[in-house]
Each structure stands twice: as C-alpha cells, then as structure tokens.
C-alpha cells in the first residue's frame, strides 16, 4: 500500500494521497457493510513505526487490520536460535495501536506464517539463513 500512488519528484512512498484513498476506502466498507464482518487488511511491507500511520486515528480511520512483516522472519529465527530476542525486539519496537488510533479496539495487527525459504529471513536478518534449519537436508 504505501507506493498505491506516484507523485514526481518523490519516492512515492507514504503519500497523502494513498492516506486519503484509504480512508475514502474504509468508509465505504464500514458504511456499505456494517455488520458484516468485512475487514481492510492493510499489506504494507515496513517497519510498525511505519504501518502504524496506516491504521489512521479518529476522523480519518484506514485500515482495521495490517500484516506485520517484520515479525515473522523473526519467528523464525527465534525458533532456529531458541533465542525470544529477535522476537522480542521487534514487539517492543511495535507501537501500540492506541498510540495512533481512537479506533483501537477496531483495529488489529495480524501475523501470517510462510515457509522458512518464503520469508526473506536472508534479506531481513543478517546470518539468519545459516542459523536456520533446513529440512531438505535435516541440519543446519
């Protein structure tokens, strides 16, 4: 979501313009199905300090619930390590929700769960695919 528009001269990332889409967004799904059990799932591959923005703050509400990237190849390798620190860390560089909502107890993070080799733990963390198990071979 946050290169949804493109402005000349920016690096397109984080514009208003995509903030004022996804309001305009959210309003409609809140309004055309109130209690209907629709979500807009936010996908915005930053740091939580980032994502944060997206889930917007009282008159200007976006999404009910975003994926935190950043937490899952640290699952991962907290695994792999037997260490919560990679985990840890992450969580308490998570703002908290009601930090930039009044809409807290209507949004969520959420976590998704991929194959070891789906996560870009190599991109991510560095040494985190020579700590990682692989099961092709059964070692490390």
């Given at each position: 979501m946050p290169y949804l528009y493109e402005r000349e001269g920016t690096n397109c990332e984080n514009l208003p313009e995509?903030?004022?889409?996804?309001?305009?967004?959210?309003?409609?799904?809140?309004?055309?199905?109130?209690?209907?059990?629709?979500?807009?799932?936010?996908?915005?591959?930053?740091w939580p300090e980032q994502v944060i923005e997206y889930f917007g703050g009282g008159e200007t509400p976006e999404f009910h619930m975003s994926f935190h990237f950043p937490l899952m190849p640290r699952l991962y390798i907290g695994?792999?390590?037997?260490?919560?620190?990679?985990?840890?860390?992450?969580?308490?560089r998570t703002p908290p929700l009601w930090a930039s909502s009044t809409t807290a107890t209507r949004s969520a993070w959420a976590t998704i769960s991929r194959s070891r080799t789906a996560t870009g733990c190599g991109r991510r963390c560095s040494g985190a695919r020579s700590r990682a198990p692989d099961s092709r071979r059964g070692r490390r």
């Amino acid at each position: 979501m946050p290169y949804l528009y493109e402005r000349e001269g920016t690096n397109c990332e984080n514009l208003p313009e995509t903030h004022a889409f996804l309001h305009e967004l959210r309003n409609t799904i809140d309004r055309e199905y109130l209690g209907q059990g629709r979500i807009l799932l936010g996908e915005a591959n930053q740091w939580p300090e980032q994502v944060i923005e997206y889930f917007g703050g009282g008159e200007t509400p976006e999404f009910h619930m975003s994926f935190h990237f950043p937490l899952m190849p640290r699952l991962y390798i907290g695994l792999a390590k037997a260490d919560r620190t990679p985990i840890a860390e992450i969580i308490y560089r998570t703002p908290p929700l009601w930090a930039s909502s009044t809409t807290a107890t209507r949004s969520a993070w959420a976590t998704i769960s991929r194959s070891r080799t789906a996560t870009g733990c190599g991109r991510r963390c560095s040494g985190a695919r020579s700590r990682a198990p692989d099961s092709r071979r059964g070692r490390r």
